[in-house]
């Protein structure tokens, strides 16, 4: 049996960790980030949507709460359904 708090712990810290690096790339090298989430959405031209302007520090922290709040539920539920289905 998995441990719901630390599991759900764990995949938030990360997920936060990846959310602060794309946010550091989004300002140092704007184009990477757009050439990396082209590679990722097939069929699909991202350069029309692009942002003009660096999203502002509220944006980014905003984004960081809410990405590590709904990680945070995600990994929680996950790991209390995988422990009721592996009874």
């Known amino acids: 049996m998995l441990k719901s708090v630390p599991f759900a712990n764990a995949a938030t810290v990360i997920t936060a960790?990846?959310?602060i690096i794309c946010g550091v790339l989004s300002y140092i090298v704007p184009d990477l980030i757009v050439s990396l989430a082209n590679?990722?959405?097939?069929?699909l031209n991202l350069e029309m949507i692009r942002v003009i302007k660096a999203l502002s520090v509220e944006t980014l922290v905003l984004g960081l709460v809410s990405l590590s709040l709904i990680t945070w539920v995600t990994a929680y539920a996950m790991i209390?359904?995988?422990?009721?289905f592996a009874k």
């Open 80 to 84: 209390e359904l995988y422990n009721r």
């Open 39 to 43: 590679s990722w959405v097939h069929s």
């Open 17 to 19: 960790i990846f959310y």
